[in-house]
């Protein structure tokens, strides 16, 4: 098991929680949530070994929790790592040919799952716009979800007949990229000097961009509509109204698809996750689409109410 335990080792630490994934079911269960240092132990490796005999496919995540559940609120604040996963033919030999992965997991054959250490730690939105940029510029697998999974080397694939052993075809543990020279979809903030704190919130993401670094230009930003709404009976700030005004506007600029605009609620809608909670991703979903349809309506620009 050293591949295993390399992927362990390199890129997670003992306490960190992770969800394993056992596709299809095992024992009644698809996942299930554990430490790194669990997951080291016999026992875990005999009942992996156990669930892979028995046709399950292993995964694991690519980043860690706070918390058991497998959603991308649950996800930790900050990340190292980049991940990318080439299926279509011919596209990782494309990326390979500008980029030193830290890590490869050859999946099954011209198949690969890539792994990009990074210098420092990003947002886990920032480093979603950074998959986003490399996905779109090399043809990878563009799903997004910061809750993903991936296939863990020294276990078969067993969506194929021949049943491919996944391994490590290739780790470079000195090889690291600083997140400020990746392609990306936002514009990255650079940690403040010392004593000071990272401001985020003027980060804003951007669409189809080239491999420099840009920002959008908006006309209204978020106080314009949150003034713009009245106050609650309680007279508490009424960000729901708000959210949904700035998410229609945001859609009638030709900048921003669906997910940019999930991105930059999240960031910019004050305590939205500690308004939302475990239901800030659904919340999010559904605002979006209720601005959608809005604006299939009332096909125009949206101009905010002054």
């Given amino acids: 098991m050293k591949d295993y335990n390399t992927i362990l080792d390199y890129f997670y630490n003992d306490n960190d929680l992770v969800c394993i994934a056992t596709i299809p079911d095992f024992m009644g269960r698809k996942q299930r949530f554990a430490r790194i240092s669990d997951l080291k132990t016999e026992k875990w490796i005999r009942f992996l070994k156990a669930a892979n005999a028995n046709n399950s496919n292993i995964y694991l995540s690519v980043y860690t929790f706070r918390d058991k559940q497998r959603t991308e609120n649950a996800v930790v604040d900050t990340v190292d790592r980049i991940f990318l996963d080439f ?88 090889t690291t990229y600083s997140p400020y020279n990746l392609p990306c979809e936002r514009e990255l903030t650079k940690p403040a000097s010392a004593g000071e704190k990272r401001d985020d919130t003027n980060i804003i993401p951007t669409k189809n961009n080239s491999n420099l670094s840009l920002s959008v230009s908006r006309q209204y930003d978020y106080s314009h509509f949150l003034n713009s709404v009245p106050d609650k009976n309680n007279g508490e700030p009424d960000y729901s109204r708000a959210d949904f005004r700035y998410a229609v506007y945001l859609l009638s600029q030709s900048h921003f698809d669906s997910n940019d605009v999930k991105d930059i609620l999240q960031a910019e809608s004050p305590m939205i996750q500690k308004r939302k909670g475990s239901g800030l991703d659904n919340y999010l979903q559904k605002t979006v689409e209720r601005a959608k349809n809005y604006q299939q309506q009332n096909y125009k620009p949206y101009e905010p109410r002054r």
Wanted: hydrophobic share 35%.
């Fill in 87 to 174: 299926d279509a033919p011919g596209t990782y030999e494309q990326f390979r040919k500008d980029y030193e992965p830290t890590l490869v997991i050859n999946t099954s054959p011209n198949k690969y799952q890539c792994f990009l250490k990074l210098s420092e730690p990003v947002s886990k939105a920032e480093a979603k716009a950074i998959s986003k940029a490399l996905s779109k510029q090399y043809n990878a697998d563009h799903t997004f979800d910061l809750a993903r999974i991936f296939r863990l080397p020294d276990f078969r694939n067993v969506k194929y007949p021949e049943r491919p052993l996944a391994v490590i075809s290739e780790f470079n543990p000195q």
